[in-house]
């Protein structure tokens, strides 16, 4: 059969070819030999290469799956060569491009060896299942940066170029001469320049299988210790690059990179309250008697599914996630002070990752407006005028994590050339310390505590210890059926013995931070351990 097919288009194309050079030399009056003299060259261009995206171990986001691309120079034999790797109706549509003789560029599902064919490897720019989607961006139709880091860097990975060309000797009608040998020109390895980022693939693909497994619409962020360098960044729901129309329509925003996006905060940012307490001096075993709820100015404000917790230290109002506690706390402090605090942790302020790519700033209330109680009392546990990013979050627990020094995200490491030696390098901002190393300290036994008797109780890690809070945020939008949708958190750092991992895991629905978050923040977190990304000192060997 395979037989048959070649001999088919063999002779397709023999008479095609000689028909088409007879009517050519009958209506201009020349034979083939005066057309052969009237040569030239003619060059095709096979495939251009772009700089590449790194992650911290120089591995590649872009560029790291090959396709084979073949350059064409239309034979009597082309067609039929071509036929033993494309389905028939495929070499049917290209028989315009073999009649006019002209070379020409092909992709291919496998490699070709044939009559007038070169086929080469080269890199396709993304992977079937691309890792840190948002991140990375995509091309549009002219193969420039759209979004994420591909249009932050586009005039430097647009400049790392090179390509495969190949330049034939053809005659006055473009067809490839008898005889005379194509040459080949190979500069592809001009793009292997590139940036090269803080994110680390295993990580990253960790972090997103835990997210897929359990998140529709939310985020996660995972930060080293204390660099505050992002080692992975998930954005759900993901896109589809080759059909980005559907996605401009769809209801869940997939384009939107949600881990620099701002939602409703809740009870994680109860860690700011603490600590804007304890650096005005009150003590960590100031105790108050929750019964489910507290009234101020006329309005009653209750703990979730309005549980009397009973008498409190501050550790117990974090295991606990107090609301009640933290109000009557937050009365202690001068909200000017509490203000501060916050802005301290980042919050209410852009982050800049790269020129060209910035996480939201997020809302805080105005100081007056803090003057009111209720205000003041919505502030005090993360509710009201407040909304922050994942980032923003993970740059929080960093700081409580690594001591009181407060230091912003890194995403970008520097830049590299051809040869991987670095261009420039990016040096990360010095840490400014917030917290004295006291108040950070109580901070993370609160959150150890949290995870030992509190609501992160059930998400703890296999392996070692870890300090976490929760949070299930307040939106003010419903559901078809009168439900308010609420935001939900789960903010903490692993190991806790000997800190080397923000986790924050944020979703845009579900049922409460450790139910809907929880289980993603112990799958990331027992597979670091499992994958020995942590390092197992003796202090973080113990079982929970």
Same mark, same amino acid.
Request: with cysteine; glycine share 8%.
């Given at each position: 059969?395979?037989?048959?097919?070649?001999?088919?288009?063999?002779?397709?194309?023999?008479?095609?070819?000689?028909?088409?050079?007879?009517?050519?030399?009958?209506?201009?009056?020349?034979?083939?030999?005066?057309?052969?003299?009237?040569?030239?060259?003619?060059?095709?261009?096979?495939?251009?290469?772009? +700089?590449?995206?790194?992650?911290?171990?120089?591995?590649?986001?872009?560029?790291?799956? !090959?396709?084979?691309?073949?350059?064409?120079?239309?034979?009597?034999?082309?067609?039929?060569?071509?036929?033993?790797?494309?389905?028939?109706?495929?070499? !049917?549509?290209?028989?315009?491009?073999?009649?006019?003789?002209?070379?020409?560029?092909?992709?291919?599902?496998?490699?070709?060896?044939?009559?007038?064919?070169?086929?080469?490897?080269?890199?396709?720019?993304?992977?079937?299942?691309?890792?840190?989607?948002?991140?990375?961006?995509?091309?549009?139709?002219?193969?420039?940066?759209?979004?994420?880091?591909?249009?932050?860097?586009?005039?430097?990975?647009?400049?790392?170029?090179?390509?495969?060309?190949?330049?034939?000797?053809?005659?006055?009608?473009?067809?490839?001469?008898?005889?005379?040998?194509?040459?080949?020109?190979?500069?592809?390895?001009?793009?292997?320049?590139?940036?090269?980022?803080?994110?680390?693939?295993?990580?990253?693909?960790?972090?997103?299988?835990?997210?897929?497994?359990?998140?529709?619409?939310?985020?996660?962020?995972?930060?080293?210790?204390?660099?505050?360098?992002?080692?992975?960044?998930?954005?759900?729901?993901?896109?589809?690059?080759?059909?980005?129309?559907?996605?401009?329509?769809?209801?869940?925003?997939?384009?939107?990179?949600?881990?620099?996006?701002?939602?409703?905060?809740?009870?994680?940012?109860?860690?700011?309250?603490?600590?804007?307490?304890?650096?005005? $001096?009150?003590?960590?075993?100031?105790?108050?008697?929750?019964?489910?709820?507290?009234?101020?100015?006329?309005?009653?404000?209750?703990?979730?599914?309005?549980?009397?917790?009973?008498?409190?230290?501050?550790?117990?109002?974090?295991?606990?996630?107090?609301?009640?506690?933290?109000?009557?706390?937050?009365?202690?402090? !001068?909200?000017?002070?509490?203000?501060?605090?916050?802005?301290?942790?980042?919050?209410?302020?852009?982050?800049?990752?790269?020129?060209?790519?910035?996480?939201?700033?997020?809302?805080?209330?105005?100081?007056?407006?803090?003057?009111?109680?209720?205000?003041?009392?919505?502030?005090?546990?993360?509710?009201?005028?407040?909304?922050?990013?994942?980032?923003?979050?993970?740059?929080?627990?960093?700081?409580?994590?690594?001591?009181?020094?407060?230091?912003?995200?890194?995403?970008?490491?520097?830049?590299?050339?051809?040869?991987?030696?670095?261009?420039?390098?990016?040096?990360?901002?010095?840490?400014?310390?917030?917290?004295?190393?006291?108040?950070?300290?109580?901070?993370?036994?609160?959150?150890?505590?949290?995870?030992?008797? +509190?609501?992160?109780?059930?998400?703890?890690?296999?392996?070692?210890?870890?300090?976490?809070?929760?949070?299930?945020?307040?939106?003010?939008?419903?559901?078809?059926?009168?439900?308010?949708?609420?935001?939900?958190?789960?903010?903490?750092?692993?190991?806790?013995?000997?800190?080397?991992?923000?986790?924050?895991?944020?979703?845009?629905?579900?049922? +409460?931070?450790?139910?809907?978050? $929880?289980?993603?923040?112990?799958?990331?977190?027992?597979?670091?351990?499992?994958?020995?990304?942590?390092?197992?000192?003796?202090?973080?060997?113990?079982?929970?």
């Amino acid at each position: 059969m395979e037989r048959r097919i070649a001999a088919f288009f063999g002779f397709l194309f023999s008479a095609l070819f000689l028909c088409m050079l007879c009517v050519y030399s009958l209506t201009n009056g020349e034979t083939l030999a005066e057309t052969a003299q009237r040569q030239s060259v003619y060059r095709l261009t096979v495939s251009q290469t772009r +700089g590449k995206i790194y992650d911290c171990q120089m591995l590649p986001f872009t560029g790291e799956t !090959n396709r084979w691309v073949a350059a064409v120079a239309p034979g009597v034999q082309t067609a039929a060569d071509l036929g033993r790797a494309l389905e028939r109706e495929e070499v !049917n549509s290209l028989l315009p491009l073999l009649q006019a003789g002209k070379p020409f560029s092909l992709s291919l599902p496998n490699n070709v060896s044939g009559s007038g064919i070169l086929t080469f490897q080269v890199p396709d720019r993304y992977a079937g299942e691309q890792l840190a989607m948002h991140t990375i961006g995509y091309l549009d139709g002219s193969g420039h940066g759209a979004s994420g880091l591909e249009l932050a860097f586009d005039d430097f990975l647009s400049a790392q170029s090179g390509e495969i060309s190949v330049t034939y000797q053809v005659d006055a009608l473009n067809h490839v001469l008898a005889g005379e040998k194509a040459e080949v020109s190979d500069t592809s390895s001009l793009g292997n320049a590139g940036i090269v980022l803080t994110l680390d693939k295993r990580i990253q693909r960790i972090a997103e299988e835990a997210a897929s497994s359990s998140l529709q619409t939310g985020a996660v962020v995972v930060a080293e210790i204390p660099s505050c360098k992002i080692r992975a960044m998930v954005s759900l729901p993901t896109f589809d690059r080759d059909n980005l129309s559907e996605s401009l329509e769809d209801p869940a925003s997939p384009l939107l990179n949600r881990c620099l996006s701002a939602f409703s905060v809740g009870s994680v940012f109860k860690l700011v309250s603490a600590a804007a307490a304890l650096e005005s $001096g009150i003590s960590p075993e100031y105790t108050y008697t929750c019964s489910g709820s507290t009234v101020v100015t006329g309005r009653a404000f209750r703990c979730y599914a309005s549980e009397a917790h009973g008498e409190e230290n501050m550790q117990k109002a974090i295991a606990n996630s107090c609301n009640t506690y933290f109000i009557n706390l937050m009365k202690q402090v !001068n909200a000017s002070q509490f203000l501060t605090m916050a802005r301290r942790f980042g919050f209410g302020e852009s982050l800049t990752l790269t020129p060209g790519l910035e996480a939201d700033s997020g809302v805080l209330p105005e100081e007056t407006s803090l003057q009111i109680p209720q205000a003041l009392a919505n502030f005090s546990f993360g509710q009201g005028d407040l909304t922050a990013t994942p980032l923003q979050i993970a740059a929080m627990v960093n700081t409580i994590a690594s001591g009181g020094e407060y230091v912003p995200p890194q995403l970008v490491e520097g830049t590299v050339d051809s040869s991987y030696q670095w261009i420039s390098r990016e040096s990360g901002e010095e840490p400014v310390r917030i917290l004295s190393p006291y108040t950070a300290a109580l901070l993370q036994n609160f959150m150890l505590a949290s995870v030992q008797e +509190g609501t992160s109780e059930k998400y703890a890690p296999a392996y070692g210890r870890a300090g976490a809070k929760t949070a299930t945020a307040q939106t003010g939008r419903f559901d078809e059926n009168g439900l308010e949708k609420v935001h939900s958190w789960f903010a903490g750092f692993y190991p806790y013995d000997s800190p080397q991992y923000v986790i924050v895991v944020f979703s845009e629905e579900g049922t +409460g931070g450790g139910p809907t978050c $929880g289980p993603v923040f112990q799958s990331i977190a027992n597979a670091l351990w499992e994958e020995r990304l942590v390092t197992r000192n003796p202090e973080n060997m113990g079982s929970m």
